[in-house]
């Protein structure tokens, strides 16, 4: 019985490092669907943008200038992380890497709690403490229900968590000597394996150096 052939490569643009348009950037958002893309085994081009020097083809196609972008249908290009995974889990949903509702917001304030924190100039504005609860919310999840979000299957939750907790780790180390709390062990043991997952050291940014230039201005400002 012959295979089925694989589909044409879906194309997906994604932030390149600024003044090296071939070298894959340092967008979480970008490498969520990534992430994405490869659990599921679909064959994917990458457009590398240098969002310091918009190309006019990628303006056309995403007028905000915004990444990442993702066409599957032709002349159809759909912008927003969140969209693209959900149009990706319908077109293509096997294997399933749906997160159950009742799952899929853990963790979704680490993010924003851990913006705040680096950009914070003032120790005694809660910001770190907030950061902690996050964490700390998020290691008591893991301690009854991990490794994973969803337990012991990776899923979009994941795929989500993931390129953000590589920033905090990159970023609060580097502008803030800051680390996630050695207590927080059902933390480091998730970050551990998501980060040796096959599928996010392909997608991940090139060096850290790139994810710390690009904190670079928020925190600088």
């Given at each position: 019985m012959a295979s089925s052939p694989l589909p044409?490569?879906?194309?997906?643009?994604?932030k390149a490092v600024a003044g090296s348009p071939d070298i894959i950037g340092d967008c979480p958002f970008c490498q969520r669907v990534l992430l994405t893309l490869e659990?599921?085994?679909i064959p994917y081009e990458t457009k590398l943008v240098d969002l310091s020097n918009k190309p006019?083809?990628?303006?056309?196609?995403?007028?905000?200038?915004?990444?990442?972008?993702?066409?599957?249908?032709?002349?159809?290009?759909?912008?927003?992380?969140?969209?693209?995974?959900?149009?990706?889990?319908?077109?293509?949903?096997?294997?399933?890497?749906?997160?159950?509702?009742e799952k899929a917001s853990v963790g979704s304030k680490i993010f924003s709690s851990f913006v705040t924190f680096l950009k914070s100039k003032d120790p005694n504005d809660g910001s770190e403490q907030a950061l902690l609860n996050e964490l700390q919310a998020l290691d008591e999840h893991l301690k009854t229900n991990g490794p994973y979000i969803n337990g012991e299957n990776i899923s979009a939750a994941d795929f989500s968590l993931a390129p953000k907790l590589f920033h905090l780790v990159v970023a609060l180390g580097h502008f803030k000597g800051w680390s996630i709390p050695e207590n927080l062990t059902y933390v480091h043991a998730y970050t551990k394996l998501l980060f040796n997952r096959d599928s996010f050291v392909k997608t991940k940014p090139a060096a850290d150096d790139y994810v710390i230039a690009g904190w670079a201005p928020k925190v600088n400002s």
């Open positions: 044409e490569p879906v194309q997906v643009c994604v659990e599921k085994g006019d083809w990628f303006l056309k196609i995403s007028p905000e200038g915004k990444v990442p972008v993702l066409k599957i249908e032709e002349d159809q290009w759909i912008p927003d992380s969140d969209v693209i995974t959900q149009i990706i889990e319908e077109k293509y949903p096997s294997p399933s890497f749906a997160t159950p509702p």
